[in-house]
């Protein structure tokens, strides 16, 4: 049973930023083979897409995020990032790792993506 580790939130001022990272373990197949991605659910809101990569390193991102996150990984070390810059009060949320184990395209639905992470807390402080 695969299992996904978030760590690196914390609290920050507007402006600043944070890393968070996701460690995998003990999925059957090559982490190399799953697409991974980066959501987040903010107080009272539904959770939403923030970015994902494929096994090739091919991203999308929301709008709300392009040109301050970025998303990597690094196969060898099963380990997904999002490199957050320029974080504003609105990015605070728990922010969740997910895998999608298909050989589908990279998505932004919550619904495609099989195993998450339990998510680890963004405070952005104005």
């Known amino acids: 049973q695969g299992h996904l580790v978030e760590f690196g939130g914390g609290l920050v001022q507007a402006g600043g930023s944070l890393r968070l990272s996701c460690a995998a373990s003990?999925?059957?197949?090559?982490?190399?083979?799953?697409?991974m991605a980066w959501f987040r659910q903010g107080l009272g809101k539904e959770r939403e897409f923030v970015a994902a990569i494929n096994w090739s390193g091919d991203t999308i991102a929301a709008d709300s995020v392009k040109g301050r996150f970025t998303v990597s990984r690094d196969n060898a070390k099963k380990m997904l990032y999002l490199q957050m810059n320029s974080l504003k009060p609105e990015d605070t949320a728990v922010y969740y790792c997910a895998a999608d184990m298909s050989t589908r395209p990279l998505s932004q639905m919550a619904g495609w993506y099989d195993y998450w992470g339990q998510g680890a807390r963004v405070t952005v402080s104005s």
């Open positions: 003990g999925f059957a197949f090559s982490f190399n083979g799953y697409n």
